[in-house]
């Protein structure tokens, strides 16, 4: 056996996660790929981020002759979090699409990174049509059911240029996955006698403002005021908005509330903002 090499490595970054480190991913090789690292020799590395692939240099005329027979391996990535697509950009795609990468159209963000999609971030136009090729071909009646939530498919090509070139630089071998993270406006909805007070959010850091939009009547009657952000704010997970609820009195205003909870992933609805339909997050301050 002879040493193992870098033949290409292809990194998820991803805004929501702390440091763009992003977690809860799962790369499952589709059967004829199982098929193909086992034939080509090739060793797989997969973590919550990102998968890797390395050759054996000592042996890498098999990993040429596949190469010259169209060497394609790809990966059904599946999120482990439910909510992953509340929080990433650009959302849940239409049920006959799917979100799908391929190493033959690259984007590069500079000199040292190659992006797997056209901007500097996924969008829609990285969404592709589940019942066209070469997707018909990858997904199966399982997929439906629990669909993934990426397709990455890498091509390994023989030429002077490809992966399998002893010439090439080591940043050609290196691929990467930018998600941006979803933005939602925040509505605190303010119950009981908070909510007959003159009250509103202060932002320590002065990042956000809040404007009232309104008493709402919830569920069992329950009297609440509405104060949203006065702009759609990304999705972290750890947020670190330093929000307070204040009241204005004659004598000078005065903290009701220390820290205010950040919003939740899992509390994020559509409704119109501004005569648009936008993602909203619910928070609620008794």
């Avoid at 391929?102 to 019942?131: C, F, Y």
């Avoid at 949203?228 to 005065?254: F, W």
Wanted: aromatic share 10%.
């Amino acid at each position: 056996m002879g040493t193992y090499c870098p033949l290409f490595s292809v990194t998820i970054e991803h805004a929501y996660f702390s440091g763009n480190n992003c977690k809860l991913l799962e790369f499952v090789p589709t059967a004829p790929s199982v098929a193909l690292l086992r034939n080509a020799g090739l060793l797989l590395k997969s973590s919550e981020s990102g998968v890797a692939v390395y050759f054996d240099h000592d042996n890498i005329d098999i990993l040429r002759l596949h190469a010259a027979d169209n060497l394609t391996l790809t990966f059904k990535v599946f999120a482990k979090d439910p909510n992953f697509l509340r929080y990433t950009a650009p959302g849940a795609p239409p049920d006959q699409a799917i979100l799908f990468f391929d190493n033959r159209a690259i984007n590069r963000d500079n000199p040292d990174k190659q992006l797997l999609h056209g901007g500097a971030t996924v969008a829609e136009d990285s969404w592709a049509d589940m019942a066209v090729e070469p997707l018909a071909s990858i997904l199966d009646r399982k997929d439906l059911l629990i669909k993934p939530a990426f397709i990455l498919q890498m091509n390994i090509t023989a030429d002077a240029q490809g992966l399998c070139s002893d010439q090439l630089d080591p940043a050609e071998r290196k691929f990467f996955i930018r998600f941006g993270a979803n933005q939602t406006f925040w509505n605190y909805y303010v119950l009981g006698e908070l909510s007959k007070r003159a009250i509103y959010i202060a932002d320590l850091d002065n990042a956000v403002q809040f404007k009232s939009i309104g008493n709402v009547t919830l569920p069992g009657q329950r009297e609440a005021l509405v104060l949203q952000s006065s702009v759609a704010i990304p999705m972290q997970e750890h947020s670190r908005h330093r929000l307070q609820l204040r009241e204005s009195g004659n004598m000078g205003d005065k903290v009701l509330i220390k820290r205010l909870p950040n919003a939740s992933v899992d509390q994020t609805f559509s409704e119109m903002v501004n005569g648009r339909m936008e993602s909203v997050s619910e928070i609620f301050v008794n």
